[in-house]
């Protein structure tokens, strides 16, 4: 299964001193090497899902805090209006996210290109983690995730980070 | 950040130039968004890795920049009363400033066809008393049986603040993050509760609690404004600690 990501975004320069620099100082992961798969089908046949950072979850779902390493599960036919964010930092913009849930997860906009032909088909789940927390030990989720999707026959993962 | 794609080498990674929390740049602009989205799955064409791009294009109108982020939201639209000075009135001034808003947050969402408001499982006005007796240090009874008081301040804080933000967005010119973050922050008595809170909050013995007020209740670019650019605040009726 090919990995698609999109990072972060904003211009580093954008962001106020004291949250630049603890993302500059931010300790990052370490692997040894890129799992590249080369994509063995077109986009027009590839099953897509998404995983975003942004702990949003469905209304009434446990509430994600600080540190927690576990996912949210985001049905692909999931109600806009029953999903909220419960993330812990005060330091992106939600006022986007309240307006629009397609800027942050844009899971409105894959069903638009599964139904226009452009893609095959939206994953049946889509997940939600919360950014922030240590990477190495959200393995166990990962590889959970991972495993969903190979069962759901999911050919590309789009991370959105927030 | 680019800078953290670079050095984790994910397989494919596309970097775009928006504001933290809007990665796909524009809220109700799906041609925006799919233009976005289109790089992004051009990026599987690619025969080997790590690839990381850039998306050429910013949001129409850019992201806003410092001089932009002093002015923007500093017109009230919405004619408050001033900020009562009096602790005893701190209630019901919140009370009727969220009575005012009201509408405006039936219109967006009627119009939306959703809210974001909820994550606490509070009524709003519960929510509100809960926060102001938290920010007067009286020890309000906590409004959730299965949190304890520091987690239920922050979901009460953030279900107040979501709020306020989509009320405020309903109105015209109060669409941009930068509006409508100044204005809560610095026009309104939530946004005072909430500084007060912020103050009560860095005392605390509670370890949740002091993190709350230090890190997850006032973002990092309002703390800068209030610390460090003191002329914009000398017009606020804000008591700086």
């Known amino acids: 299964m090919s990995k698609l990501t999109i990072p972060l975004m904003a211009r580093l320069e954008d962001i106020p001193a004291g949250e630049r620099e603890m993302l500059k100082k931010l300790p990052l992961p370490e692997f040894d090497g890129t ?27 446990k509430l994600f805090w600080r540190g927690a390493v576990d996912y949210r599960i985001i049905p692909g036919d999931v109600d806009h209006g029953d999903v909220v964010m419960s993330h812990s930092s005060v330091n992106f913009d939600r006022s986007g996210f309240q307006q ?46 991972a495993r969903i999707l190979k069962q759901d026959g999911v050919d590309v993962l789009f991370l959105v980070p927030i | 950040m680019r800078l953290h794609s670079e050095n984790i080498k994910p397989p494919r990674a596309l970097w775009v130039p928006f504001e933290l929390g809007r990665p796909l740049g524009v809220p109700n602009d799906a ?6 989205i289109a790089s992004a799955f051009d990026l599987l064409e690619r025969d080997a890795g790590p690839v990381l791009e850039d998306f050429p294009e910013d949001v129409p109108g850019g992201t806003p920049n410092e001089g932009e982020f002093e002015m923007a939201g500093q017109v009230c639209p919405i004619d408050l009363p001033p900020p009562v000075s009096d602790d005893s009135d701190i209630m019901q001034a919140l009370e009727a400033e969220i009575g005012r808003l009201a509408p405006w947050y039936e219109m967006a969402v009627n119009e939306r066809g959703r809210t974001t408001v909820g994550v606490s499982e509070v009524e709003i006005p519960d929510a509100a008393r809960f926060v102001v007796g938290m920010a007067q240090e009286k020890a309000p009874e906590i409004p959730r049986g299965d949190l304890e008081r520091g987690p239920c301040l922050k979901v009460c804080s953030e279900d107040l603040k979501a709020f306020y933000s989509e009320a405020i967005s309903a109105q015209p010119g109060m669409s941009t993050s930068l509006a409508v973050e100044n204005w809560l922050w610095n026009k309104t008595m939530l946004g005072k509760i909430l500084w007060q809170l912020r103050n009560v909050g860095l005392e605390s013995d509670d370890e949740f609690t002091r993190y709350h007020a230090q890190r997850s209740l006032v973002p990092d670019r309002q703390i800068h404004l209030y610390e460090e650019i003191p002329r914009v605040f000398e017009s606020f009726s804000l008591q700086r600690k």
């Open chain 1, 35 to 61: 799992p590249f798969v080369k994509l063995e089908k077109p986009l027009t046949e590839c099953r897509i899902s998404l995983l975003s950072t942004a702990a949003i979850q469905k209304r009434n779902d």
């Open chain 1, 100 to 145: 629009d849930l397609n800027v942050c997860f844009p899971l409105g906009r894959l069903h638009e290109l599964a139904d226009d032909g452009t893609i095959g088909s939206v994953g049946s789940f889509h997940f939600s983690v919360i950014g922030g927390s240590e990477p190495e030990k959200l393995e166990d989720s990962a590889r959970e995730i």
């Open chain 2, 31 to 36: 041609e925006f968004q799919h233009k976005v």
